[in-house]
């Protein structure tokens, strides 16, 4: 197993992990892990809780720094910049710029809760991208208009029920138009009945083009949505490839025995 | 069992049926007695300032506008607003230094607050006003060479000068330990969020971060201003003509000791209801988003009863000085 997702077609690599490395202290949370992401392509990242898929996600937008290997977005190292064959952290704003066209979405949803809705969505394009204020505020309205939540643009955040703050937090990541977006569990934190109205505006995202890295325990959606699964376990890629050979016949004995607990 | 229940229900008469029947809510003669007690006190508390001459309600209304009371008042407000707004930005500093990632500079604003939570505030007053005693003379220059200006500290070490440093670097103390408190209770996931979002380190702290932190922030910040407002009345040992020195300096002259002492009490009632109302509505304004439902307005909880006071949080605050 190579541990590259294998996805049909000529399109561009966005993302590019390459030998991706990281400990908390003692512990080795991913000992190497090699993977690309096309673009417009939706992977989903599968595993059992511990197996470093929501570090290994943190990386990509340098939420966690890499202690080795490199990972790139769109040819550009995230929080590094490369010289004479070393690579060097980048302060605290040019890690900022970089991570505008990443939009990451939480499972514990993190909008902010002084903050009406629409302040929710317009802040960063504000004041990070420099928009204009009605084009910010008309495109938020546009944003929740398609995540179904036009009548909230007023709400605060705890007015909401889960589903609909973590639908927020969806528009709130795409108004900073990402060319990628990054999704850590995001209907862990949710009542069941709440789950499908998300998974919904995810399924409409990927249908749009969007290129999207999921962490997740919906084997379903993954099933349904993903172009490539990635499977997990102990902070190496166990498996990965599209869905219909990773998720009905995995060649991995740790690939089957998870799935079998899930399904 | 079950089967003796129905019959009895069949044979017996009905009561009365549900709708008619009397709801008798549980008596509490206690607290008929207890209003009752609390009544008499207020009766004899009340009969007691009216009846004794001794209390000199004349005097009391004498003084209690006069000018050098209200100067004693101007000092005593000045006072407070500028060690308070020092107190709290130095306090700032020394949280976001208590954070710090650097152990020298996190262990220096730990010893600092230890320092000055750790001795007596009276004690740092008097040390201030007598530093002459240790530096006679007092210079700014280059650390280890040259002075650029230098002068006598008894110059400079003015009673004013001493009560602003003794009160301001005090009260940073325990405003750094405040703001930390505000700073850490904020989850994060929300420095996280705003991080993926692209924001840099301060645009967080400003925009997200101390918004929220503030709700944790104010209401000890209040308490700790109405401290403060009673707190300057130590600076009558530096013989600063605050105003309980004032009235002090008034009664040593006309022995009407207990009435200047109600004048100074009163207008440091007043002041602090003052102060506490600002504090409502400040905290008001902070816990935007914090409840589910929105926030109601003064008027619609005075209507409703419900007008809470606020009380002080554990550990944030009301410590013996």
């Given at each position: 197993m190579t541990g590259r997702a294998a996805v049909q077609g000529p399109a561009e690599v966005l993302v590019c992990a390459d030998g991706v490395r990281k400990s908390f202290g003692l512990l080795e949370v991913l000992k190497g892990i090699t993977l690309d992401v096309r673009r417009s392509e939706v992977m989903c990242l599968l595993g059992p809780s511990g197996s470093g898929k929501s570090t290994f996600l943190r990386c990509i937008n340098h939420l966690e720094k890499i202690d080795a290997g490199s990972i790139t977005v769109g040819g550009e190292l995230v929080g590094y910049r490369q010289a004479k064959g070393k690579l060097y952290e980048l302060k605290d704003h040019e890690v900022a710029r970089r991570r505008r066209d990443i939009g990451m979405v939480f499972q514990q949803f993190n909008l902010f809760p002084h903050m009406t809705v629409r302040e929710n969505l317009v802040e960063a394009p504000l004041r990070v991208l420099g928009e204009p204020r009605e084009r910010a505020g008309a495109h938020a309205e546009q944003l929740l208009e398609r995540v179904g939540l036009r009548d909230k643009i007023d709400a605060y955040p705890r007015q909401l029920s889960g589903g609909q703050q973590q639908r927020v937090a969806i528009a709130r990541a795409l108004a900073m138009r990402p060319t990628l977006?990054?999704?850590?569990?995001?209907?862990?934190?949710?009542?069941?009945?709440?789950?499908?109205?998300?998974?919904?505006?995810?399924?409409?995202?990927?249908?749009?083009?969007?290129?999207?890295?999921?962490?997740t325990h919906e084997v379903g959606f993954a099933r349904e949505v993903a172009d490539s699964v990635v499977f997990m376990d102990d902070g190496v890629v166990v498996e990965a490839g599209p869905p219909e050979q990773v998720l009905t016949a995995p060649r991995n004995d740790r690939t089957r025995s998870f799935l079998a607990k899930v399904l | 069992m079950s089967e003796t229940r129905v019959a009895r229900q069949d044979t017996a008469p009905p009561p009365s049926s549900p709708a008619t029947l009397q709801v008798v809510p549980v008596r509490h003669p206690g607290r008929w007695l207890a209003t009752a007690v609390v009544l008499v006190l207020l009766a004899m508390f009340v009969n007691t300032l009216l009846t004794n001459p001794r209390f000199q309600w004349d005097v009391v209304g004498e003084y209690f506008l006069s000018a050098s009371v209200l100067d004693g008042l101007r000092r005593t407000l000045v006072l407070t607003v500028l060690s308070m707004v020092a107190g709290l930005v130095l306090g700032v500093v020394l949280a976001v230094m208590r954070l710090s990632p650097n152990p020298v500079v996190s262990s220096v604003s730990w010893f600092y607050i230890a320092l000055f939570r750790g001795t007596p505030l009276l004690v740092q007053l008097l040390f201030w006003f007598n530093l002459s005693a240790l530096y006679p003379v007092l210079s700014l220059g280059v650390p280890f060479g040259p002075s650029f200006v230098s002068g006598s500290s008894n110059a400079f070490i003015t009673p004013l000068v001493a009560a602003l440093l003794g009160l301001a670097l005090n009260e940073a103390a325990y405003m750094a330990e405040i703001v930390r408190a505000g700073l850490q209770s904020v989850d994060t996931g929300q420095s996280e969020a705003a991080q993926a979002l692209g924001m840099a380190r301060g645009h967080i702290l400003r925009r997200i971060v101390l918004p929220q932190a503030m709700r944790v922030i104010v209401p000890p910040t209040g308490n700790e201003t109405i401290s403060m407002l009673k707190t300057t009345s130590l600076v009558s040992v530096l013989s600063m003509p605050d105003l309980l020195y004032s009235v002090q300096i008034i009664y040593s002259r006309t022995y009407q000791t207990i009435p200047l002492l109600i004048v100074a009490s009163l207008w440091y009632l007043i002041l602090t209801s003052v102060l506490t109302t600002g504090q409502y509505f400040l905290e008001r304004r902070f816990s935007r988003g914090g409840t589910r439902s929105a926030p109601r307005s003064l008027w619609q909880r005075l209507a409703a009863g419900l007008l809470v006071r606020h009380s002080v949080p554990a550990g944030a605050s009301g410590e013996a000085r």
């Open positions: 977006m990054l999704f850590d569990e995001p209907t862990s934190a949710l009542d069941p009945e709440l789950v499908g109205e998300v998974l919904d505006v995810m399924r409409d995202l990927a249908e749009d083009g969007m290129t999207m890295v999921v962490v | -």
